[in-house]
């Protein structure tokens, strides 16, 4: 199990939960979160991301990140968690 606040990722279950309250998530949801909770507090890059998320061919597809991080965002919104853009760099999970 992966944790950081309020959120859990059980990764041999492929569910998240936030307060004890199952999250709903695509896997692509799911797969982006994790990179993020895996790597929390620091930033991963762009391509990376892109590369481990959605494959080698999507490297240069960052509008991707741009929606699903979005989504995100609102998923979290008011549990003390923030994924920050760090512009031309990548994004990093931090507790706020």
Known sequence: TLTIGPLSL???RHEATLGGQ??????TE??????????????ITLKHLLRTVWGPQ??????????????LRRKLEGAGLEIRNEPGI???LIQS
Do not use: F, I, N, T
């Open 30 to 43: 799911y797969a982006l979160l994790a990179q993020l909770v895996r790597h929390a507090g620091k930033v």
């Open 10 to 12: 059980d990764p041999s």
């Open 22 to 27: 199952l999250l709903k998530l695509s896997p």
């Open 90 to 92: 990548g994004y990093r």
């Open 58 to 71: 999507a490297e240069q597809q960052s509008q991707y990140l741009r929606v699903y991080a979005s989504g």
